[in-house]
C-alpha cells in the first residue's frame, strides 16, 4: 500500500467524525447565538444562524429559547412590517412558556416597538401596561423597574408630567442603588444607563411643571458624574440638550449653541428623530437672534423631519407659528400659506394622541384661527369681510356676557330688597316654635299634656339662647337636652312646625344669621367661613346652600348688597 492510499483512507475515516462534530456545533444553542449576537441593529446577515436556532427550539419546544429568538429577529429585521411581526410571534412564544417575566418581557418589547419606530403611543401603553401586568409579581426586579420607567415615558408624552416624574423618581433610586452592588459588568452597565435616561426623564418632567431650578441642578450633578464616562455618550448627549435648552431659556445663546452641537452627533447616530427636532429647533430659535438665515435653516430642518417621518413633539410646534410671522413680516405669501397649511397638519397629528395635553397647550394660532388664516392667504379679497365678521362676533360675544351679567345682577338685586321688605316689615319667617297656649289645642299623638308644656318651655328657652347655634347638633343629643326621647322631640317638632328636624334647625341658624347681617355692621365683615361659624353650620357650601335655599340669594351677594345700601363699600 502506497503512502499516498494510506492518507486517503486515514482521511475518509476521520472526515466523518469532522462533520459530525461541526454538525453538533451548528446545532448548539450557544455557538448558534454566538454567531449573531453581537453584530448591528437591523444586520439580516443574523439570519443565516438565527433561522437554524428558531427551528431548533420550534422541534425542542424549547418556547423560553423560541420567544428569545423571536426577540433577536426584531433586533435584527430591518422593515418595521417585519419587527412587528416578530414581536407578536415573541409574545406567542412566551404565552406558550407560561413564564411571568418572559411574557411581560415580551409585551414590553412591543411596546417599545410601537413607541419607538411607529410613534403610535397609545397601543404602545396598552402593551406596556400588560407587560406590568405580569411583572409585578414576579422576581426580575430590572424588568418590572424597565416597563416602569417605559410607562412613564409615555405619560410625560401625554403630558401627565407630575405622574410620570413619581415613576422616573422610583426608577432612578432602583438603577441608582442596584449600580453601586457587585454584578457582572454588563448587568452594572444596564443599571447605570437605566439611572441616566431617567435622571433625563426627570428634568424634561421638572422642566414643564415650571421647576426649572430642579431641572438645571439635576442636569449638573448628573454631567459632573458623566464627564469622565466613555460608555454613556448618548445618554450624555441627552442631557447636554437639555442643559443647552436651559441656556436659551436663559438667553445665554451661545452657551446653548455649544452644547446642542456637542448633543448632536450621537443624537444623530441612534436615530433618535423626536429629540433631534427638538435640537434642530432650539438651534433655530438661537440663531434667529443673531443670524436669520442661520435660523430659518434650522427651523425649516424641524419641518423636513416632520414631512418625513410624519411626526412631531409639541414643544417644537412654535417653530411654525415662528416660520409663519417671519414670512408673513416679508411679504413671502406663498411660504406664509405652506407654514400655514403644515401646522393645520402638526396640530391634527398632535391631537389624535394628545387628548389631555393638547387642550393644555397654549396656542397662539388655534385651529380656528389657522384655517381662516390659510383662507384668507388663497383669497385676499376676502380680508376686509373676515375682519368685519371677526369683529362682529366678538361684538356680539362680549355684549351677550354683558346682558346676562346685567340680568344675573337686576336678579339679585330684586332678591335682596324682596329679603329687606320682609326683614324691614317684620315678615320674616324665624321658624320658632308658636307661642300657643298648648292646653287650648288638643295633643294628636297622645303626648301628655305635662310634658307637651314642658317641651313648649324648653324649646322657647332654646330659641331665645340660640342653642341651635351649636356645631354638630343632632336630633339625638338635643333630646338629651330636653330630657326626652327622639320619638317625643321629632312628634314636637313636626306638630309645631310641619317639618322635620333637619329643616327646622337649618331654618333658625340661617334666620339667626341673616338677622345678625341686617342689623349689625360688623357681621358683613364676616367671611363666609366664619358666618357658617358662627350660626353653627359646618362648611362654608353648605351653609351658602341654605342661605340661598331659604332667601333666594347667596351670602355673598347678600353682604355685597347689603354694603352698598349702608354705603359701606
Keep these: ?85 416578530y414581536a407578536d410571534s415573541t409574545i406567542y412564544a412566551a404565552l406558550r412558556s407560561k413564564q411571568p417575566e418572559i411574557i411581560g418581557d415580551a409585551y414590553l418589547g412591543k411596546g417599545i416597538f410601537y413607541y419607538f419606530n411607529l410613534k403610535k403611543y397609545e397601543p404602545a401603553l396598552a402593551e406596556y401596561l400588560k407587560a406590568y401586568e405580569y411583572s409585578k ?20 408624552y401625554l403630558g401627565f408630567y407630575q405622574e410620570a416624574l413619581d415613576l422616573f423618581k422610583q426608577c432612578s433610586a432602583f438603577f441608582d442603588k442596584k449600580s453601586k452592588e457587585k454584578n457582572h459588568p454588563n448587568t452594572l452597565f444596564n443599571f447605570k444607563r437605566g439611572y441616566f435616561n431617567s435622571i433625563h426623564q426627570m428634568v424634561i418632567c421638572y422642566r414643564n411643571l415650571k421647576q426649572y431650578e430642579m431641572a438645571d441642578d439635576l442636569v449638573d450633578k448628573a454631567l459632573l458624574h458623566l464627564a469622565d464616562q466613555d460608555r454613556f ?84 410646534r412654535p417653530a411654525y407659528e415662528d416660520l409663519i410671522t417671519y414670512y408673513s413680516e416679508k411679504g413671502d405669501r406663498d411660504k406664509q400659506l405652506y407654514y400655514t397649511k403644515q401646522l393645520l397638519k402638526v396640530d391634527k ?25 390659510k383662507n384668507r392667504l388663497e383669497n385676499m379679497s ?42 324691614n316689615n317684620k315678615q320674616y319667617d324665624i321658624l320658632t316654635i308658636d307661642k300657643q297656649d298648648v292646653s287650648v289645642y288638643p295633643v294628636k299623638t297622645g303626648l301628655p299634656e305635662e310634658l307637651y308644656k314642658e317641651l313648649d318651655l324648653r324649646f322657647q328657652k332654646f330659641e331665645i339662647e340660640n342653642g341651635f347655634t351649636q356645631k354638630g347638633l343632632t336630633l339625638g343629643i338635643l333630646a338629651l337636652k330636653m330630657n326626652t326621647n327622639t320619638s317625643y322631640l321629632s312628634t314636637f317638632i313636626n306638630e309645631n312646625k310641619g317639618t322635620n328636624f333637619k329643616t327646622y334647625i337649618n331654618g333658625l ?61
Design 382 to 423: 376676502s380680508r376686509r369681510m373676515t375682519y368685519i365678521l371677526i369683529f362682529i362676533v366678538s361684538t356680539i360675544f362680549f355684549l351677550c356676557l354683558f346682558v346676562i351679567k346685567y340680568h344675573k345682577e337686576k336678579n339679585i338685586k330684586l332678591k335682596y330688597l324682596l329679603l329687606q321688605d320682609k326683614l
Design 509 to 569: 341658624r340661617i334666620s339667626y344669621i341673616t338677622h345678625l347681617l341686617n342689623s349689625e355692621r360688623k357681621y358683613l365683615m364676616y367671611t363666609i367661613e366664619a358666618l357658617a361659624e358662627e350660626s353653627g353650620i359646618s362648611t362654608r357650601q353648605h351653609f351658602s346652600d341654605l342661605f340661598f335655599d331659604i332667601n333666594g340669594i347667596r351670602p355673598a351677594d347678600y353682604i355685597k348688597n347689603r354694603k352698598k345700601e349702608l354705603d359701606m363699600s
Design 349 to 373: 397629528l398632535i391631537g389624535k394622541d394628545f387628548t389631555y395635553l393638547s387642550s393644555k397647550i397654549h396656542r397662539e394660532y388655534d385651529t380656528r384661527l389657522l384655517t381662516e388664516s
Design 1 to 85: 500500500m502506497t503512502t499516498s492510499q494510506c492518507i486517503m483512507i486515514i482521511l475518509l475515516l476521520f472526515l466523518p467524525i469532522t462533520d459530525f462534530h461541526a454538525e453538533k456545533s451548528r446545532n448548539d444553542y450557544v455557538w448558534l447565538r454566538s454567531q449573531y449576537e453581537n453584530l448591528e441593529k437591523n444586520d439580516s446577515t443574523a439570519f443565516r444562524y438565527l433561522r437554524i436556532y428558531i427551528s431548533k427550539a420550534k422541534k425542542d419546544s424549547d418556547f423560553v429559547r423560541l420567544s428569545e429568538a423571536y426577540k433577536f429577529a426584531v433586533y435584527f429585521t430591518p422593515s418595521n412590517e417585519g419587527k412587528l411581526s
Design 137 to 156: 409579581n414576579g422576581k426580575d426586579e430590572y424588568l418590572h423597574q424597565k416597563i416602569i420607567y417605559h410607562l412613564g415615558v409615555v405619560k410625560s
Design 233 to 316: 455618550l448618548l445618554e450624555k448627549s441627552y442631557l447636554l440638550k437639555c442643559r443647552g435648552i436651559s441656556a436659551y431659556h436663559h438667553k445665554n445663546y451661545a452657551g446653548s449653541i455649544h452644547d446642542l452641537h456637542s448633543a448632536l452627533q450621537e443624537i444623530v447616530k441612534s436615530n433618535d428623530f423626536s429629540w433631534l427636532s427638538v435640537i434642530y429647533y432650539y438651534l433655530g430659535k438661537n440663531h434667529m437672534v443673531s443670524n436669520e438665515n442661520k435660523g430659518l435653516y434650522y427651523l425649516e430642518k424641524v419641518d423636513s423631519i416632520f414631512n418625513r417621518h410624519t411626526f412631531i413633539l409639541p414643544e417644537v
